[in-house]
């Protein structure tokens, strides 16, 4: 019985060399391009919604504000509400990832955790109103799918203020549910952050940091309270 051994075809290794040139050049990948490609887009329409708004702006504009031509923009996004969709999902998880930096260098004590993150929260907005914009009132009303999105990436927030703020105090007392106080205090929070970008920070941070913290001070200590 004999055996064969199979030996490259001299053409079929360039055209596989020169398909692996097309895949990686200028030392990235195709995906790794693609990839830069998207978040070029993201970011220029974070800089675009938050100044002149969703509405208002144009595939077009992004494109030409990311240096790309409109192609590359149905190459990561089938229409400008899904960009939409992940500039709101950049900007929030930014904000998640901040407030969960500020609490992890507080301390123990929930309130110097809740201050901390609280104060994260409107130091960006005011740092950032454009994005700010974008979360608070931009992704509000324009569709279905925007609304359902904002909702989604919510709740992701209200897990987070969960695990930050009242998981530490312990077993919930009867009658008391974390994640309902979780959304009372975001929904607070959510509102006094629209009022005071509509009004152009005209309190200082501090300050409205300090109402969300004595919110929170009424609720742990009817925490304390039920737990008697």
């Given at each position: 019985?004999?055996?064969?051994?199979?030996?490259?075809?001299?053409?079929?290794?360039?055209?596989?060399?020169?398909?692996?040139?097309?895949?990686?050049?200028?030392?990235?990948?195709?995906?790794?391009?693609?990839?830069?490609?998207?978040?070029?887009?993201?970011?220029?329409?974070?800089?675009?919604?938050?100044?002149?708004?969703?509405?208002?702006?144009t595939v077009?504009?992004?494109?030409?504000?990311?240096?790309?031509?409109?192609?590359?923009?149905?190459?990561?996004?089938?229409?400008?509400?899904?960009?939409?969709?992940?500039?709101?999902?950049?900007?929030?998880?930014?904000?998640?990832?901040?407030?969960?930096?500020?609490?992890?260098?507080?301390?123990?004590?929930?309130?110097?955790?809740?201050?901390?993150?609280?104060?994260?929260?409107?130091?960006?907005?005011?740092?950032?109103?454009?994005?700010?914009?974008i979360a608070?009132?931009?992704?509000?009303?324009?569709?279905?799918?925007?609304?359902?999105?904002?909702?989604?990436?919510?709740?992701?927030?209200?897990?987070?203020?969960?695990?930050?703020?009242?998981?530490?105090?312990?077993?919930?007392?009867?009658?008391?549910?974390?994640?309902?106080?979780?959304?009372?205090?975001?929904?607070?929070?959510?509102?006094?952050?629209?009022?005071?970008?509509?009004?152009?920070?005209?309190?200082?941070?501090?300050?409205?940091?300090?109402?969300?913290?004595?919110?929170?001070?009424?609720?742990?200590?009817?925490?304390s309270d039920?737990?008697?």
């Amino acid at each position: 019985m004999s055996s064969k051994t199979t030996q490259a075809n001299p053409s079929q290794a360039s055209g596989e060399r020169q398909r692996t040139a097309r895949r990686i050049y200028g030392g990235r990948t195709s995906r790794e391009r693609t990839q830069a490609r998207r978040e070029r887009l993201i970011f220029a329409a974070l800089r675009l919604y938050g100044d002149a708004g969703f509405r208002t702006t144009t595939v077009r504009a992004i494109c030409q504000e990311a240096g790309l031509t409109e192609r590359y923009f149905y190459e990561s996004f089938s229409n400008s509400e899904e960009l939409l969709c992940a500039v709101c999902s950049w900007s929030m998880g930014r904000l998640r990832q901040l407030a969960r930096e500020a609490v992890a260098a507080s301390g123990a004590d929930p309130a110097q955790r809740l201050r901390a993150s609280t104060r994260a929260y409107f130091d960006y907005i005011q740092a950032n109103p454009g994005h700010g914009r974008i979360a608070l009132f931009e992704m509000e009303g324009t569709s279905r799918t925007t609304s359902d999105h904002l909702r989604a990436e919510l709740d992701q927030t209200i897990e987070l203020i969960v695990e930050l703020h009242f998981e530490p105090l312990g077993t919930a007392p009867s009658g008391l549910q974390p994640e309902l106080l979780a959304r009372a205090l975001l929904g607070a929070t959510y509102q006094l952050a629209k009022e005071w970008l509509q009004s152009g920070f005209r309190q200082p941070s501090d300050t409205l940091a300090l109402q969300v913290e004595a919110l929170y001070a009424a609720l742990t200590q009817r925490w304390s309270d039920a737990g008697r």
